[in-house]
């Protein structure tokens, strides 16, 4: 096998759990990223890998293939995060599949959970291939250990085998993607690369380099509690406040309703009663511009209600996330056209599409490192249902390996 050790170490990574927390204020967010992170440190010093380190202050773990060869090309870098998405990821157990055979796939025999073709037909893409699951309770953490795993199988590769000529390559492993903060403070002078590559997108040949600009709003709706029998002109219902600035929002611009570069505006938490009701929105936008207006017609509704009462009955507090990486990454499409180029080598067609979403390269980018987003092989993620095949890794893995061939040539 061309890799190995690619298959054992997702497994490792994938039965750690390193779920992060939203509710936190440390870097990282749950000490067991922080475990996890340092026992990477271990791994990558015993595959010889220079200048292997854990920064303390972003919880990044950073090191170096050194170049071979005596002239000078790119610095290409790697990255991937170590926390996983919202869910049960305590006691993940993932399950082999040899030779799949296309059909469906029971999960978990003791609890009857099965993974039906008829609902996820891409299962049908993979027949004959090792397919990994979860068993069906927890997450399986393809997104993104997967990508860990194939940036690992790489660089210890070209180790393995010091007849392949590359430049200085910097690999990086960070923390709370899933949460929105892990690359805030990712250290672009010390990782010293010409561009870079983040593995953090789904199936086999996509790659994305435009995402959308997004916000997060907090609205908090006051009410007064009178009893119903004595509410007239007296009672302000926050329940029924928030309903009606929901209902101001235009149907067709929820995400279930929008695609490809339209925009929307996601209702994503509620929670309250009558006197008074806290909701989480976040905007979307890939388009600077149509952005701007978004945030302004949100503040413009917020308006409107609270001009029907006396007093303020709507508090927001509004902060932009991260923003369109295709804005500074157009400018400069030589990390996009090297990757193409090496997918086609390879015989993989190039999925390139606007990404509903972002990944820490939106932030890097923005930091000064232009940073597209590749695939790792992942589908269904997120949940129970979450799978990867080993050969889809082993694409990916090839993927990074030929990138690194081209910025010789």
Known sequence: MKYPNLLDNFITYAKV????????????????QVNFAKNLVTQLNNIGLSDVKYNNDNGFVTATVSSNIDKNVPTVGFIAHYDTADYNAENIQPQIHKNY??????LNKEKDIVMKVSEFPNLKDYIGETLITTDGTTLLGSDDKSGIAEIVAAVEY?????????????????PDEEIGIGADNFDVEDFNATFAYTLDSGRVGHMEWETFNAAQVELTFHGSIVHPGTAYNQMVNAL??????????????????????????????????????????????????????????????????NNLFSEDRI???????????GEIIKRDLTPVELAKDAMNALGIEPIITPFRGGTDGSKITYLGLPTPNLFVGGENLHGQYEFVTLESMEKATDTILKIIELTTK
């Open 240 to 305: 029924s406040l928030a309903a009606d600035f929901h209902a101001l929002l235009p149907l067709d611009q929820r995400p279930e309703n929008t695609r490809g570069y339209q925009g929307f505006y996601m209702l994503s938490q509620f929670s309250g009663n009558i006197d008074k009701v806290h909701t989480t929105y976040i905007i979307r936008d890939h388009d600077k511009e149509k952005f701007e207006l978004r945030k302004q017609f949100f503040k413009e509704k917020v308006t409107q209600l």
């Open 101 to 106: 055979d296309g059909k469906d796939v029971l």
């Open 17 to 32: 759990n390193t779920r992060s927390d939203a509710k936190s204020k440390s870097i990282p967010s749950t000490i067991s």
């Open 315 to 325: 508090s927001i507090d509004m902060y932009d996330q991260y923003y369109n990486m």
């Open 158 to 174: 070209l180790i393995s085998n010091p007849d392949i000529k590359h430049g200085n390559v910097r690999i990086a492993f960070g």
